[in-house]
């Protein structure tokens, strides 16, 4: 039971563009949190706390929408390296550069994640020896290439 549970956790975490999504939720987090702390630490608090609050929040609905929808984690990547930059100067230094960093590093991760595609296997038993390369006759060439194997990438990634 706690096999089968661990290997779905880790089957449904290598699915997606977990780590980007993680480090958008702590930045998300991170920066929407500041606005509440004391006066002393506070660089912009009240009103003018209130981009924070808001920028914090559509950063952690980012990461969360890379983690449940997979095929927007483009947008969710671009999007969140924006709000992470614009943090820097609407939200007390981008949580004094630590969300943003966090966003940024975030955004990238969305961005470049692509979905795993199966390995093309060959015949089972060749070892690529010279005997084995004797015993089979070479594949003759096809006119027509083989049709690409199917993705369930809607934006089109290619393995």
Do not use: Y
């Amino acid at each position: 039971m706690l096999l089968s549970l661990r290997r779905r956790w880790q089957r449904w975490r290598r699915s997606r563009p977990f780590w980007g999504g993680l480090f958008a939720v702590l930045a998300g987090s991170w920066i929407c949190v500041l606005p509440l702390a004391p006066l002393k630490i506070m660089l912009q608090q009240g009103v003018a706390g209130i981009p924070s609050v808001l920028m914090g929040i559509v950063m952690i609905v980012l990461g969360l929408t890379a983690w449940f929808s997979p095929p927007q984690r483009s947008l969710a990547g671009v999007l969140t390296t924006l709000i992470a930059t614009a943090a820097l100067v609407l939200s007390n230094l981008g949580g004094f550069l630590i969300g943003t960093l966090l966003g940024i590093l975030g955004g990238g991760l969305m961005f470049a994640w692509q979905p795993h595609a199966d390995r093309r296997t060959g015949k089972a038993g060749t070892t690529g020896t010279a005997e084995s390369a004797k015993a089979s006759p070479p594949p003759s060439p096809s006119p027509v290439p083989p049709p690409p194997t199917p993705h369930h990438d809607p934006q089109g990634a290619q393995p």
